[in-house]
């Protein structure tokens, strides 16, 4: 069997990584209703996680019936409630909207997320497109914003992404976040549909915008990272939300009502790494075969080890050009080399 492994090995060597993204869950919201293998509502204002309006003063009763789907649009509308729904703590509520999530349905870490989106005009109105982790808590356990946008007496010419890191419970003084804000050359980000996406791996999130990069940060983006030992954003499985807010300042005279954003699609993709390409030999991992450790040569910055599922076996910062491998099993693997540029190639190796 061995011999067999290091003719494949011999076969194989002369390869490198191409990055493939592979689709691991969306919605085109075909058909007429939402999807509930796919998400779920959440339901009034936030008061039975004893939340004042999610967190944030927000003026708006979510309920699933403000969620329509029809010819591949889900639409989210945000209406005016002249009589009132009443929350849990006997709140009043004037305004109406809606907000998926896919908590407790699907969750993930790593990959490219992207949705389709047609916005809103108005002030008052703030749409989002968002992430937090499966069980955990805020702000510690970090928040990805990949679109937020805050409407205003004029067009919707800005959109924003973020992430927020902290300590819990909440205290402003240890609250950090990271942030960016992208202007449309003229018109409205509501006038017609426009991508956001980022890219999530290892110590870096990365925001597109209409598939052009805006923005990224790493832990060094962060002055401090407070209460923690790690960033958190390498952290838990997360879940997907999407939903249209009213703003605690609330709207004017001249916000519209009924009005509404439009989604046209969301995607998850994650990297599938027994993609490669052919390449010239680069003589930079030794010894190949090998026992218990793998040296390295060249200005590699990181290293990620996956069996031949793909299945990730090992992944870190290369401190010495030296890596312990002997905690893995004999066998294939591919060995992921990245530079300090990003540039990544991959290896066979084969361990005896």
Known sequence: MKRNLYLLFFFFVNLSYAQNWQLVWEDNFNG????????????????QYGLW?????????????????N???????????????VDSWGNTSYYSSSKLTTKGIFDFQYGKVEAKIKSIDGEG??????MLPSDGSWPCDGE????????????????????????????????FYQNFSMYINSGSYADNFHTYSITWSPDTIRWYVDGNEIFHVTPSSYFSIPSQNTWPFNSNQWYLMINLAITQSGPNANT????????????????????????????????NPTNN??????????????????????????????????????????????DLFGIKVIKKMVIN
């Not at 109105?125 to 968002?130: D, Q, S, T, V």
Request: hydrophobic share 35%; with cysteine; glycine share 8%.
């Open 53 to 69: 309006g999610w967190g944030n003063g927000e003026l708006q009763f979510y309920q699933s019936q403000n969620t329509t789907v």
């Open 293 to 338: 450790y793998l040296l390295l040569e060249g200005y590699i910055n990181r290293y990620r080890i996956f069996n031949t599922e793909g299945r990730l076996m090992l992944d870190d910062e290369l401190y010495n050009n030296r890596i312990d491998i002997s905690q893995l099993d004999g066998g294939m693997y591919l060995i992921e080399l990245e």
């Open 71 to 85: 010819n591949g649009i889900a639409t989210i509308a945000v209406k005016e409630e002249p009589n009132g729904i």
């Open 125 to 130: 109105f703030w749409p989002a497109f968002w």
């Open 256 to 287: 519209i009502f009924p009005n509404q954003i439009e989604v046209d699609y969301v995607r998850v993709y994650q990297e599938n790494v027994t993609s490669i390409t052919n390449t010239s030999l680069n003589q930079n991992i030794y010894p």
């Open 144 to 175: 990805i914003d990949i679109m937020e946008q805050w409407g205003n007496n004029h067009f919707t010419n800005s959109t924003t992404g973020a992430a927020h890191i902290g300590t819990c419970p909440f205290s402003q003084s240890t609250h």
């Open 32 to 47: 007429s209703v939402l999807d509930s293998s796919k998400w779920k509502h959440e339901i009034g204002t936030g008061s």
